[in-house]
């Protein structure tokens, strides 16, 4: 371990170099036009992985983007661990709102700024690095390994989740690693027991047949903009901050006492949340604390409302006939995708006056809800990996995103899933100047390095109690 751990050191600025390259590649899964650029990315992943050393590398084509699975499964007698993570990235909806081109890596301030860094090239890759240490320094790895990138994370996963239930025996494993979360705050890493699943829909409200004159007809005919908005309006209570949707919060789970006490030692939430968005104040659900509140409730939020004449700065008196919005929900234990959205539809049919209709109504995408057990032999290994990897114990926390392919590998594949995040809530995902502590890239790097390790001790006691 020791020549393993020293070779990581050393291959500091080539494990930098290589993320460059990778960022480089503007590899944005939603983009119809990128789709050459996301192959590439899924091209340049295989080639670094075949230079690590591993035996079979095989880019794997879907319907949509490809799969990149990389295996070393040379010893019957260890166990064997799943990585997974993505290397497509979000689009970019605003590059003013950049201070640098997206897909030009920089190196400012110790940390490397481009898209896709902390979501998820940079995670992903530590696992990738660590693989390559322990093969040219030792020949071996510790434990059997399947990393499996895939390039449809930020637009749901569909092909994978596919893939991965026609290829069972293929992908069969003891625990599966995923780093594509985050760490509690800098200096503070941890390890994430749970993510909130998601029910995503777009609506469309008709009012009357073609866009009008709204100083011929405003008055006499219902505005759909109006209507939209008071119903959207209406799907929140203002004081208490509850879902209004009827059935919404049945079967919600509250997590223990005991781990709400730890989320209650962890250090200052609010000035965090006040500081990583900027907002003037917080806001939220009455009575919860925030870590709750992001961690452990449902919510539900409008990403998009549009219908009628937008041009900034021109005016052109419409009464439109049509308005629009996205609508997503943020789930917790014991909801379902499906059950939420036909709940929220009904509520929307119901509440909608009668001068308008709705027209459309999609379901864009979804994901169950995922907790596990911080007492789970492979959580506990993980533990131990990022102390040893960040020189300081990690706290158990939870996220408030989702990643909707979790559910699906416990329950297809039968393995517990282990969440190592090495991001920073501030990094940008999503967002712009996305960036990338770089010590907590290398430490991440060290961390899978130690969990190799770890795993082997302790997987063939955690086998089958997931
Ligand atoms: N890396 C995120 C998931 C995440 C976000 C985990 C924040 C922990 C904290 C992932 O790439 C992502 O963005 N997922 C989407 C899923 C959606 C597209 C189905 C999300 O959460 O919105
Ligand atoms: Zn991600």
């Known amino acids: 371990m020791e020549s393993v751990l020293k070779a990581i050191e050393s291959g500091k600025d080539a494990s930098v170099t290589i993320l460059e390259e990778l960022l480089r590649i503007p590899s944005i899964s939603a983009d119809p036009d990128r789709k050459g650029d996301v192959q590439r990315a899924a091209e340049f992943l295989a080639n670094v992985l075949r230079d690590s050393g591993l035996p079979t590398v095989e880019i794997i084509p879907t319907d949509g983007h490809p799969i990149v699975l990389g295996e070393w499964c040379e010893d019957p007698s260890v166990p064997t661990l799943l990585v997974y993570g993505h290397y497509d990235v979000q689009p ?80 069969a494993c003891d625990a599966i690693a995923i780093s594509d979360s985050a760490m509690y705050a800098p200096g503070i890493p941890s390890i994430c027991i749970g993510l909130r699943g998601i029910a995503y829909v777009e609506f469309t409200v008709r009012g009357p047949a073609a866009d009008l004159h709204s100083g011929g007809f405003g008055g006499v005919i219902e505005n759909p903009a109006v209507a939209l908005a008071q119903v959207l309006a209406g799907l929140k209570d203002p004081g208490s901050g509850r879902i209004l949707v009827g059935g919404f919060y049945d079967g919600v789970e509250e997590p223990t006492d005991e781990e709400k006490a730890g989320w209650a030692k962890l250090s200052d939430p609010d000035g965090r949340y006040l500081a990583m968005t900027g ?92 907790t596990s057990s911080v007492d789970h ?3 506990q290994a993980a533990f131990r990996a990022v102390e040893k990897g960040f020189g300081k114990p990690p706290v158990p926390t939870r996220e408030g995103g989702s990643i909707p392919i979790i559910p699906m590998f416990t329950e297809i594949l039968g393995a517990p899933v282990v969440l190592l995040g090495f991001g920073l809530g501030d990094e940008g995902a999503h967002g712009p100047d996305e960036h990338f502590d770089l010590s907590n890239f290398q430490a991440g790097i060290r961390t899978s390095a130690h969990y190799l390790m770890e795993f082997r001790e302790v997987a063939a006691a955690s086998k089958g109690s997931a």
Do not use: C
């Not at 320094?137 to 510790?142: D, S, W």
């Not at 939420?340 to 459309?360: F, G, M």
């Open 377 to 379: 032999p492979a959580v």
């Open 92 to 171: 970019i909806v605003d590059l003013a709102e950049w201070s640098m081109p997206p897909f030009e890596p920089q190196i400012r301030d110790g940390k490397i700024w481009a898209r896709g860094a902390t979501d998820d090239k940079g995670q992903v890759l530590a696992h990738v690095l660590s693989v390559a240490a322990h093969l040219r320094e030792t020949g071996k790895l510790p434990v059997n390994v399947k990393l499996l990138i895939e390039g449809e994370e930020e637009i749901g996963s569909e092909h994978l989740a596919e893939f991965v239930r026609t290829n069972r025996d293929r992908l």
């Open 279 to 370: 907002s003037p104040q917080l806001y939220g659900e009455r009575d919860r604390t925030t870590l709750e509140r992001v961690w452990s409730r449902p919510t539900l939020d409008v990403n998009g409302i549009w219908g009628g004449h937008t041009k900034p700065g021109e005016s052109m008196t419409v009464l439109p006939a049509v308005a629009s919005a996205k609508v997503s929900m943020r789930l917790v234990k014991n909801q379902r995708p499906a059950d939420v959205v036909a709940k929220l539809r009904s509520h929307i049919e119901e509440h909608l006056p009668d001068t308008v209709t709705l027209e459309r109504f999609v379901e864009l995408h979804g994901g169950d809800p995922w």
